[in-house]
């Protein structure tokens, strides 16, 4: 069931406007929107919460028109990226503070409390003062405050940024078991790594308007161009053509270079795109079925989030993420020869 959808949204604010913004939200999805610094995410869910109003198009909770609502109308909660916890109020009364006025029964409102701070686990800070709390306890007493209206769309703005390594972890798992337990999410990103852990679908935001919106494998394997691709971590983005042959495994020409790809498309120009964990190294000749077995020079070795990259002259220029111990058991250094795996199945190609 369609919990929320954006349709044509465009919106101008001086300087900054947004265009043609459409998508749909299912009921119990996590939805990501990913982009870089001010391409415009936060201000989409501004638009949904009813801080801005559109100056075209329509938003829908529950296929009920909300475009014009009030904010405190609206079916959603929105937790913002430095938690705005009010610093002169305790705990408890952060967390009461949207629903004071609507529960005048003071045993209602505690009990409702209560339970919402310990589906939380932050039950036994309720008479702190903010001030005393880490950075993972404010961000579970924010989002208490948030779901205590028990909103149909939780609205999260980078809510891991402000957090370090250690705490992020933690708050990950508490965000996907709301989610398993039925509450719909969009979440605001810019690290598609966060998107691709959390993510069920997911919308890609440049220049303000929406890039490309599918799946989580849509975005993450077929990428519609070489900024999205860039932005999903993929290293390996080639623009050439698919050379006039039968069957499903077709040539795909980088220059004068081709590569094998797996693939059904009846167009010839396009650009293929390899993940760089997909590509596996040896230091000796590759005895493997895959179907592209490339020689080539390593000319750089980088740390990366997840092990190393290794840059390889192959022909093509190609990228391949490795371990540590895959790096001191072939001895790579720049400079020596190795030679680069891949399969034909392994290789993207996205029409033009």
Request: net charge neutral.
């Amino acid at each position: 069931m369609e919990m929320l959808r954006l349709d044509k949204v465009n919106m101008n604010a001086g300087d900054f406007a947004m265009h043609n913004i459409s998508f749909s939200v299912d009921a119990g999805a996590y939805f990501i929107l990913l982009g870089p610094s001010g391409a415009g995410k936060s201000l989409i869910l501004e638009l949904i919460a009813g801080f801005y109003q559109p100056t075209q198009g329509s938003i829908f909770i529950k296929r009920k028109e909300i475009t014009a609502k009030p904010v405190q109308e609206r079916e959603v909660g929105l937790l913002f990226q430095d938690f705005a916890i009010f610093p002169h109020l305790s705990v408890f009364d952060n967390i009461a503070f949207p629903v004071r006025k609507k529960i005048k029964n003071k045993n209602e409102l505690a009990d409702l409390v209560f339970d919402t701070a310990a589906s939380l686990e932050v039950s036994h800070l309720l008479r702190r003062n903010p001030s005393t709390l880490s950075g993972g306890e404010q961000q579970r007493v924010a989002l208490a405050r948030t779901l205590i209206r028990k909103p149909a769309v939780l609205l999260l703005d980078e809510p891991l940024a402000a957090l370090d390594v250690q705490l992020r972890g933690g708050i990950r798992s508490l965000l996907r078991q709301l989610n398993q337990n039925g509450q719909t999410i969009i979440h605001v990103t810019h690290d598609y790594e966060e998107a691709a852990i959390l993510g069920h679908r997911i919308a890609v935001v440049e220049n303000n308007t929406i890039a490309q919106c599918g799946s989580h494998d849509e975005v993450f394997h077929h990428p519609r161009s070489e900024f999205i691709a860039n932005f999903v971590g993929i290293r390996n983005f080639f623009i050439g053509r698919l050379l006039p042959e039968s069957g499903h495994v077709r040539k795909f020409l980088v220059n004068s270079f081709a590569i094998n790809i797996l693939t059904d498309s009846s167009r010839e120009s396009g650009f293929a795109v390899i993940r760089s964990e997909d590509i596996f190294l040896s230091s000796e000749p590759i005895e493997s079925s895959a179907a592209n077995n490339l020689e080539g020079v390593v000319r750089a070795i980088e740390p990366a989030r997840l092990g190393f990259e290794i840059s390889i002259d192959a022909g093509i220029p190609l990228i391949a993420l490795v371990s540590k111990e895959s790096i001191s058991r072939m001895k790579l250094e720049t400079g020596k020869k190795v030679w680069a795996g891949f399969k034909a199945s392994a290789v993207r190609f996205v029409e033009d």
